[in-house]
């Protein structure tokens, strides 16, 4: 299984609804990323997990709160968001926990719409 | 620090042509290289690696890439244009541990690759 799968694939939320993002894997990698994409720009690093601890936040609006309940899972909370926040969000794992890169899957992202 | 810089914001090529995509990076290590695709809203696909072996890396769906340390160049071709091609490119650089702040991708701007019939 060489897959990150996240759900849900589109998402359209309200200003004051609270969702999560799912991510999940089953390759055993120990760094788990989000990433930030709108259309037409490259991904923008949200943040990364390694080893289930959070290891990197790049100066990310506290509206979003991530969560990596086991090696295999990555969550991202949203709340209150922006009509700014709408893009799509990219999970992705690589192998090796301790920064390494060896290669870095992605997921096919969740279109997310914030209304 | 490290950098990427993508030379061509679009490209455009005939079915059948070989295609060239431009990639220089900067980063004061020896780093890992690697090019994705990107079709429209869809996640990124790696095509290939260049992670200190031989310089001259071969990808999927008949990619190939040059390293060249010298030039501080990683450009992408491929020698014939398929329709199925037409996506958007990212050339991505990682420094190596501990330089690499955990783990970090710097992205390249993109190339947007259209293949004419």
């Known amino acids: 299984d060489t897959e990150v799968t996240q759900t849900p694939k589109h998402l359209v939320m309200g200003m004051t609804n609270k969702k999560s993002l799912k991510c999940e894997q089953h390759?055993?990698?120990?760094?788990m990323y989000w990433y930030k994409q709108k259309a037409k720009k490259p991904p923008e690093l949200m943040f990364v997990?390694?080893?289930?601890?959070?290891?990197i936040n790049e100066s990310v609006p506290s509206r979003f709160s991530p969560e990596c309940p086991n090696s295999s899972l990555l969550n991202l909370h949203l709340h209150a968001l922006q009509p700014e926040d709408s893009a799509l969000y990219l999970c992705?794992?690589?192998?090796?926990?301790?920064?390494?890169?060896?290669?870095?899957?992605f997921g096919q992202g969740t279109r997310l719409t914030v209304v | 620090a490290q950098s990427v810089t993508q030379l061509d914001s679009h490209v455009s090529v005939s079915e059948g042509t070989p295609v060239l995509l431009r990639c220089n990076y900067s980063?004061?290590?020896?780093?890992?290289l690697f090019w994705y695709v990107q079709h429209p809203n869809k996640g990124l696909q790696l095509l290939l690696k260049?992670?200190?072996?031989?310089?001259l890396v071969k990808g999927i769906n008949g990619f190939e890439a040059e390293f060249k340390k010298s030039e501080t160049s990683f450009h992408l071709t491929k020698p014939s244009a398929h329709m199925s091609d037409a996506a958007e490119y990212f050339c991505?650089?990682?420094?190596?541990?501990?330089?690499?702040?955990?783990?970090?991708?710097?992205f390249g701007q993109g190339t947007e690759l259209s293949v004419k019939p």
């Open positions: 992705a794992s690589s192998q090796d926990g301790t920064g390494g890169i060896v290669r870095a899957f």
């Open positions: 390759m055993g990698h120990r760094a």
């Open positions: 997990y390694s080893y289930e601890k959070l290891s």
């Open positions: 980063s004061s290590y020896s780093p890992s």
């Open positions: 260049y992670t200190s072996a031989a310089t």
């Open positions: 991505v650089v990682s420094d190596p541990p501990p330089y690499n702040q955990g783990g970090k991708l710097i």
